[in-house]
């Protein structure tokens, strides 16, 4: 009996992540890779949206590049979304949790001064998206990589 990953639903969010992140949502059309009829799309999916969605939330907890890297899927993915859009919102919030990442051992570091911790979380946060915007049309993460470089010099600073 076919698992839940081998349903048309799970190949067709599949497929659809995959095409997504290696030519974008706008350039996507769910063709044959997902192995399921039209008719099963439409079944599963009442829009193109409601496969945006998963996909987004599917690259906030995993970052990886089977088409090479392109930079931040989110972001990628955001900049095709039109503003209101939820998916636009989706990425917001992980953008939020990735600067409370970077916050947390600033504020260990400055116990007295949380808003410069702050502050300084924000201008890492700020050099991560930089690094990651510029790196996707570099097509490699020499960007990421100098960036690390930098925010490890900005917290011997502190």
Known sequence: M???EDSA???????????????GIAATGIDARAGVTRKSLYNNFAS???LVNPYLKDRHADQVHEH???GCGLLNAAAELRAGDRGRT???RHKEEVEALLSAPLADLLPGDPARAALVARHRAFLLEGA???AG???NDACIRDARAIALAMVEGV
């Open 132 to 134: 990651i915007t510029r």
């Open 68 to 70: 090479g890297f392109r």
């Open 137 to 139: 049309p570099e097509g």
């Open 90 to 92: 989706a990425v917001r």
């Open 48 to 50: 193109k949206i409601d």
């Open 2 to 4: 076919p698992g839940p």
């Open 9 to 23: 639903r799970a190949r067709l969010s599949n497929a659809a992540a995959a095409l997504f992140h290696a030519t």
